[in-house]
C-alpha cells in the first residue's frame, strides 16, 4: 500500500479508538457472490448487532452509513449497497477461536465455600507497569486486608478462567446477580497453561480445550495450583451495574456484545465496529456476518477473531471447542473500498 491509502485507513481506525491500520497486509477485493453462504445468513441479526456500536463511529466514512442503518427495512440490500467485502492478510487460512461471559458462584462476604476473592485494581498499581505476579499475589496474600475485594466464590479454577475471559457474572446466594468487568492487570506477559499441558506431555494439542485443563487441575489440586501460577499475568475487575440483565458484556468499545455476532479482532488489522464475514470451518462450520466490537491479547493478525458465545456454562463448553480455519472478510464502506482497490 501507498501514503494515501495509510492515511485513510490510520484515520478510519482512529475515529473508532482502534489504532492504525497495518499498511503492508495485502488485501483484495471480492464481490458478495464470493462470500460462501452470504445468501442464508440473517442479516437482519447482523443489522441489530452492527446498530449497538454504529453510533460511535465517527469518521466521515461511517456516519451517513449509520444514519441510514437505523431507517433500513432490508439488512442484506443495506450491506451490498453501502460496503464492499475486503480481504485484509495473505493466503494462510484464518484463526478462529472462542470467548464467552462465564457465571460463577458467589456471595458478598466471604464464608463456607465462598473464600476465593475478586479483586479490584489497587490504586498504586498504574497502567503499563509491571507488578507482582501471579505467584506473589496468591502465595503473599499481597491484596488481603485492604478492602479490594469485590465478591469472593466457590472455585479458584474459576476465578482463573474468569481472568481469562476478562468478565462475567457472579450468581449471589439471593438469587441476584452483579456483574464484573475487566479493570487492570499485573502487567505480566500471559502464558497459556494448555500448552504448557501439551509441553508436559499431559495432551496433545488437539486435546486441549478449556473443560479439559479445568477437569484437570481440579483432579491434581497442588499440581493444578502450580499449574495456574505458570501463567503469571493476573487481572483484577470493576463492578458494572449499567448493563441490563438480558444484554451481554461490554466489549472494547464500551458496548454490549452480542451472542454469536460479535467478533473480537485485532485492531491494528480490523476496524472496531466493522462488519465482518466469517467462513469458520471444522466441528460446527458458520457463514455468517459478525461485527468486530472486541478485542483480546491473544488475537493478533489479520486473519485472527474470537467468536463470542453467549453466557453461562453451555457457552464456555461450546467456545471452548473451537480452534478452527476459515477466512474472514471485512466489510468496508464503498470509498474505503475501492481506495484498497485503487492503491492495491
Known amino acids: 500500500m501507498r ?3 495509510r492515511a485513510a485507513a490510520t484515520a478510519l481506525a482512529f ?13 483484495q477485493i471480492l464481490r458478495f457472490e464470493d462470500l460462501n453462504g452470504w445468501g442464508d445468513d440473517n442479516h437482519d441479526a447482523a443489522l441489530d448487532a452492527f446498530l449497538e456500536t ?27 449497497l453501502f460496503f464492499r467485502p475486503v480481504m485484509i492478510g495473505g493466503p494462510e487460512p484464518a484463526l478462529f477461536t472462542g470467548y464467552y461471559e462465564p457465571e460463577l458462584n458467589g456471595a458478598r462476604r466471604p464464608g463456607g465455600k465462598f473464600r476465593y476473592p475478586l479483586y479490584r485494581k489497587p490504586p498504586e498499581l498504574r497502567q503499563g507497569t509491571l507488578w507482582h505476579s501471579r505467584t ?41 446477580a452483579l456483574r ?15 500448552s504448557e499441558l501439551v509441553r508436559r506431555g499431559v495432551y496433545e494439542p488437539h486435546q486441549v480445550s478449556a473443560q479439559v485443563i479445568k477437569n484437570w487441575v481440579r483432579r491434581n489440586p497442588a499440581e493444578g495450583q502450580a499449574l495456574l501460577r505458570h501463567n503469571p499475568s ?6 458494572v451495574g449499567d448493563v441490563p440483565s438480558n444484554k451481554g458484556p461490554l466489549g472494547a468499545m464500551n458496548r454490549s ?7 473480537a479482532v485485532d485492531p491494528a488489522f480490523t476496524p472496531l465496529g466493522a462488519p465482518v464475514w466469517i467462513e469458520k470451518g471444522g466441528r460446527g462450520p458458520l457463514r455468517r456476518l459478525m461485527i468486530a466490537q472486541d478485542t483480546g491479547s491473544a488475537i493478533k493478525g489479520a486473519q485472527r477473531a474470537d467468536i463470542f458465545f453467549g453466557t453461562g456454562a453451555k457457552a464456555g463448553r461450546a467456545a471452548g471447542r473451537v480452534r478452527d480455519p476459515g477466512r474472514m472478510i471485512v466489510l ?13
Open 3 to 5: 501514503r494515501g491509502l
Open 15 to 27: 475515529a473508532v479508538g482502534a489504532g492504525p491500520v497495518m499498511a503492508d497486509a495485502p488485501t
Open 54 to 80: 454504529c453510533a460511535d463511529l465517527k469518521d466521515p466514512e461511517w456516519g451517513p452509513i449509520c444514519a441510514v442503518a437505523e431507517r433500513q427495512n432490508n439488512a442484506r440490500t443495506f450491506f451490498e
Open 136 to 176: 506473589e499475589i496468591e502465595e503473599q496474600g499481597i491484596l488481603s486486608g485492604r478492602g479490594l475485594e469485590i465478591a469472593w466464590v466457590d472455585d479458584p479454577v474459576d476465578v482463573f478462567f474468569l481472568q481469562i475471559q476478562g468478565s462475567g457474572r457472579v450468581r449471589l446466594q439471593d438469587g441476584s
Open 180 to 194: 464484573v468487568g475487566y479493570g487492570g492487570a499485573n502487567g505480566h506477559t500471559y502464558r497459556s497453561i494448555g
Open 234 to 239: 493476573y487481572v483484577f475487575f470493576r463492578e
Open 257 to 263: 456484545v452480542t451472542t454469536m455476532r460479535t467478533l
Open 332 to 344: 468496508l464502506p464503498i470509498e474505503l473500498a475501492f481506495a484498497l482497490a485503487s492503491e492495491g
